[in-house]
């Protein structure tokens, strides 16, 4: 039979073990982000050109060649690295190259990168090389946006869609 | 690593003791946290069930049933949410709690290397459940870890796009995930039940289930802050905005911050070599593997009693090899084997008193044989002289009799208290060798190799075999379960119980017996430890 101090110090262990429990199951809070801050996300798969043009085979390699293979062009399986650049108000946030995936070098180019960023109006610039070029860019899209606070605005790239994309 | 692990064990070893003032041994939690660990699991469970009749999939159905258990039916749906949630809780703290105490106590090596290496898997599985419970409500809460753990997934080169873009903008997201999201809810905890039967495959009675009045405390408890704390979601989940502040559930999402602040390599790091390294600590030096029993056949009568008290299924029956007048033979797995001598103490022809050729018995410890042990008692019972002499057995792990600076005490210290063989304690006083004698060990509701002390309290009751003669006088025999930070509590049992020694008749028959006896071989009994 136990005693009324054991039944005392179970309620009192059992209360401290719900205390512990209940306390850091929602507490201390965490910021995880300040909301007088925005966010940009920029991020987007897309494959670059080849490294180098497609070359004709001449008639003395493809003779040279077994019949299933003799295919007239020979292109190489290596992408270029793309290069993207994002300005914020004549700001970069953003200058990187971004190589292409795989062992070989012939996967998408990938990316997935997040800016804070002050809220208010802004004019963002959006520039994307996915050709053999070493100068300038292929793609570019300036648009003004509105931040508003806590607010994610991400930022894609389809070229089927028109380039960039904004939500 | 003794640096770490002694003050840990102290540290239990303190608590335990004023556990046990409150709780008793067979309520103690800390002697069941594994069972505990399994009862949270079924709690877990079966509220989990109960609210998922009620939880709907899709981007707002989520949120927005879950909100329907939390508020509109408060009553039953929120507070089996509530238990669901600080069950799960209550798990966590028991799984980690279990790991360190086996660590602290040094029960992972050897053949328990299994328990340790299947139970570090279960860390992953356990972590993993309750993160995609926390996905499924589709609140804030649940859009930061689901962004945080695809940004951390994607930080290993193995995705073509990273998976984090599903979760970019709300057309990124499609509904269809909480599938997803639900099978995972339910299968890892299928994959985590059977890991956790596995865990104790190589364990004989397991431990499932705490004691009655442990479960119905600790399931009041859980009722108890259900009501007073209910557990509610953020606000629903927006992929146009980032959550900011955070009620994180920091048993289960503390890797969160680290992802963020210290990156996501780290925390591979973190976890990939932290589990590396505790499924491996069972191979780190010291190692302490002495060798495993052996049997003999010669000896050996088929009787199987060691095949039942081993506590960790390392001997088994075979039919019989050597063309002896029995049906079986014990034999032992030495990959399984401890060493505790366990099978020893069970050993029906493990007889002190036999005079005639060599003392083997059907099974023994090559480096501690019960011919050894018969020495050492010998030979500690030539340095005792007077009426109070006491002759203690006791194990490695709990309190050591000798520095309680006891006069006229000698001491056999043996791998566990269960090593005895019932008739040394007959051998002892009978050969007049001591005039009591003092058994300790592990606390009662503990031992080091699971059941010493169970089969010690059996034996010595008579309950199961091999069983205390009854030739014994009893009052000459003292059974004291302490561990080491119970000195003070085994002087003053031992001091009270030598100074009656003097007092005692000095007629009962044992102090006459002379010459070779045998115990009788009845059937060992399956009876299995108390809860």
């Known amino acids: 039979m136990m005693k009324p101090s054991q039944y005392l110090g179970q309620f009192i262990v059992y209360t401290l073990f719900a205390a512990v429990i209940g306390y850091f199951a929602t507490a201390p809070s965490y910021t995880h982000f300040d909301q007088s801050k925005a966010m940009i996300k920029m991020s987007f798969a897309h494959g670059g050109k080849p490294i180098t043009e497609c070359r004709k085979r001449s008639r003395a390699e493809l003779k040279a060649l077994a019949a299933n293979m003799r295919t007239a062009s020979v292109c190489p399986r290596q992408r270029v690295s793309l290069h993207v650049r994002l300005t914020l108000d004549g700001k970069v946030i953003a200058d990187a190259s971004l190589p292409p995936t795989g062992l070989r070098g012939d996967g998408p180019s990938k990316t997935y990168q997040k800016y804070t960023v002050p809220v208010g109006d802004h004019t963002l610039i959006a520039e994307l090389r996915d050709t053999r070029r070493t100068e300038g860019f292929d793609h570019r899209s300036v648009k003004k946006i509105t931040l508003t606070p806590g607010q994610s605005l991400s930022i894609d790239f389809k070229p089927a869609q028109g380039g960039f994309i904004y939500e | ?531």
């Not at chain 2, 507070?79 to 798990?91: T, V």
């Not at chain 2, 966590?92 to 898997?121: K, N, Q």
């Not at chain 2, 995705?159 to 599938?179: L, Q, S, V, Y």
């Not at chain 2, 366990?342 to 059907?362: D, Y």
Request: some cysteine; hydrophobic content about 45%.
């Open chain 2, 1 to 531: 690593m003794e640096f770490i692990k002694q003050p840990m064990k102290l540290v239990f070893l303190w608590a335990e003791g004023w556990f046990d003032r409150f709780f008793g041994p067979k309520w103690n939690p800390f002697y069941c946290l594994g069972a505990l660990g399994y009862y949270y699991f079924w709690i877990v469970g079966i509220s989990g069930i109960y609210i998922y009749i009620f939880f709907d999939t899709g981007v707002p159905q989520a949120y927005e049933s879950t909100e329907y258990i939390t508020h509109d039916q408060w009553y039953l749906a929120g507070i089996m949410r509530s238990i669901h949630r600080y069950a799960s809780d209550a798990m966590v703290v028991m799984v980690l709690m279990h790991f360190c105490r086996e660590f602290a106590f040094d029960r992972y090596r050897g053949g328990r290397w299994f328990s340790w290496v299947t139970g570090v898997s279960t860390l992953w599985l356990v972590f993993s459940a309750g993160i995609t419970g926390y996905w499924l409500v589709w609140d804030k809460l649940a859009q930061y870890i689901a962004i945080a753990s695809m940004e951390w997934l994607d930080w290993l080169p193995i995705f073509g796009e990273p998976i984090a873009r599903n979760f970019m903008a709300p057309t990124h997201f499609d509904g269809r995930f909480f599938t997803l999201l639900v099978f995972m809810h339910i299968a890892i905890p299928l994959i985590l039940l059977f890991i956790m039967w596995f865990h104790l495959q190589r364990i004989n009675y397991a431990k499932v289930n705490p004691a009655r009045g442990l479960a119905i405390g600790t399931l009041l408890m859980l009722l108890a802050i259900s009501l007073l704390k209910p557990a509610v979601s953020h606000e629903m989940a927006n992929l146009s905005e980032v959550p900011g502040e955070l009620n994180l559930d920091w048993f289960y999402l503390w890797a969160y911050p680290m992802i963020e602040h210290l990156g996501p390599g780290f925390m591979w790091g973190f976890a990939g070599l932290g589990t590396v390294l505790l499924a491996l600590i069972p191979w780190l030096p010291p190692k302490k593997r002495p060798p495993p029993a052996v049997v003999n056949l010669d000896n050996c009568n088929g009787c199987t009693r060691c095949v039942t008290d081993c506590p960790f299924r390392a001997v088994n029956m075979r039919a019989r090899t050597d063309g002896g007048p029995f049906k079986e033979e014990a034999v032992v797995d030495p990959a399984l084997c401890v060493s505790c001598g366990i099978c020893v103490g069970a050993c029906p022809t493990a007889m002190p008193f036999r005079r005639a050729g060599a003392l083997v018995p059907g099974i023994d410890l090559p480096d501690f044989s019960v011919e050894q042990l018969r020495d050492q008692v010998n030979a500690v019972a030539q340095s005792l002289q007077g009426d109070d002499r006491i002759i203690t057995f006791g194990c490695n792990h709990g309190c050591d009799p000798t520095r309680l600076g006891v006069k006229n005490l000698g001491f056999v210290a043996l791998r566990c208290s269960g090593m005895l063989p019932p008739s040394f304690i007959d051998y002892t006083l009978s050969k007049g060798l001591a005039d009591g004698v003092v058994i300790t060990g592990c606390r009662e509701g503990e031992c080091h190799h699971r059941l010493g002390n169970v089969w010690v309290d059996g034996r010595m009751a008579r309950e199961r075999d091999p069983r205390l003669r009854r030739r014994v006088p009893e009052a000459r025999v003292l059974k004291v379960w302490a561990a080491p930070t119970d000195r003070r509590n085994l002087l003053a049992e031992i001091n009270a119980f030598q100074a009656g020694l003097p007092d005692l008749p000095d007629d009962d028959s044992s102090k006459r017996l002379v010459g070779i006896e045998t115990d009788k071989m009845a059937a060992p009994e399956k009876t299995e430890p108390a809860a």
